[in-house]
């Protein structure tokens, strides 16, 4: 089974900047993509980007603004976000497929002050 463990969310003021990270380890298959999502409170998780052996993709609400990386040597995946709004406020998960399967991280909280 894989463990994700996500860090770097915080509190930031509007137009500011975050670096999230998610470090991945054990399980038998090798990870073939790693993502980002976001939750607020009432409403559905919803797609931040993801990273598989190709470019990442993004949700539009984020393109230009966030980044997404991936260390495959350190199973680790990280996402850059500039330029933060009010509404990038939520818990971010970070998620990894492996095999068959999709795990999921705790989640970090990330809040935006207007």
């Known amino acids: 089974q894989v463990q994700l463990v996500e860090s770097g969310g915080g509190l930031v003021q509007a137009g500011g900047s975050l670096r999230l990270s998610c470090a991945a380890s054990?399980?038998?298959?090798?990870?073939?993509?790693m993502g980002w999502y976001r939750q607020v409170p009432g409403k559905q998780r919803e797609l931040v980007g993801t990273?598989?052996?190709?470019?990442?993709n993004y949700a539009d609400s984020v393109k230009g603004r966030f980044t997404i990386s991936r260390d495959n040597a350190e199973n680790t995946v990280y996402l850059e976000m500039n330029n933060l709004k009010p509404e990038d406020t939520g818990v971010y998960y970070c998620?990894?497929?492996?095999?068959?399967?999709?795990?999921w991280g705790p989640g970090t909280q990330v809040t935006v002050s207007s």
């Open positions: 054990g399980g038998r298959f090798s990870i073939n993509f």
């Open positions: 998620n990894a497929g492996a095999g068959p399967w999709t795990y």
């Open positions: 990273i598989g052996r190709g470019r990442p």
